[in-house]
């Protein structure tokens, strides 16, 4: 993700975010399923904004979480004041989860909204709400088939607010997440099949905090056993082919476990491993939608 953004109707963007405020008055009290990606941060903050106590984030602490974004998402809660709640989910231990088909997504989903029903019944909010946009409606989740299962609203979807508009209100507003890449859980780098544990996403997290620390910004370390298959943003690939850095790219994920490391000639794209699911596969995520 570049700092530029292309051109948006300010006007229509506006519209849109007072309907996401007026929905948000409606819902009363709500609970936040928070990541601290750029979506569910926007959509805390708004909350939080709009409703002060009667909102709570609450983000879900497990393997699947790199410490940096962990740490990230409390430091921008506290920033602006706004009361979180962390919460282990366990959903590793759930086979269905660990054997990684295309539902993996459904059970952690499942793991998280079935721990935030709990918490909402303790705590007395009314609601839950996740942060899908009107992007992701389009796009392979099976985790919005978990929350419409559990009842989960949608503000941002339901105000229309794509990401772009997401991205520049975050900018208008100030928040420092808002040109932050796309950070989806660590679990989605293991290629469908291969079963998900602790080690194999320490593995992963040690490979991209490597990356991190030689000066990439937008990447992924897809996961196939013995070999790291890498993908780097394309406006990057000229960096990172260079002999020098190949070499220091390798020895740090060798010295993370992997056997084999590979740089995709097709650079960083998301979902490149939704790309061999199969069609009945992709029908059954997004039937419930």
Known sequence: MTAALPPANSDSRAVRLQALEERLRALGSIMVAYSGGVDSSYLAAVAHRV?????????ADSPSLKRTELEEAQAFAASIGMPLRIVNTGEIENPEYARNDSDRCFHCKDALFATMEQLRAERG???IAYGMNLDDTRDFRPGQRAAQQHSVVAPLAEAALTKQDIRLLAREAGYNFWDRPAAPCLSSRVEYGREVT?????????????????GFREFRVRHHGDL??????????????????????????????YHYVTLDTSGFRSGSLNELLPAESLIRGTAAK
Not at 51 to 59: D, E, H, T
């Open 198 to 214: 602790r080690e194999v996403l320490a593995q992963i997290e040690q490979s991209e905090e490597a990356l991190r620390q030689l």
């Open 125 to 127: 909010f009314t609601y």
């Open 228 to 257: 790291a298959r890498v993908e780097i943003a394309r406006r990057e690939l000229t960096r990172a082919l260079d002999v020098e850095m190949l070499e220091r790219i390798t020895a740090a994920l060798k010295q993370a476990g």
């Open 51 to 59: 409703l002060g106590g009667n909102m709570l984030a609450v983000i």
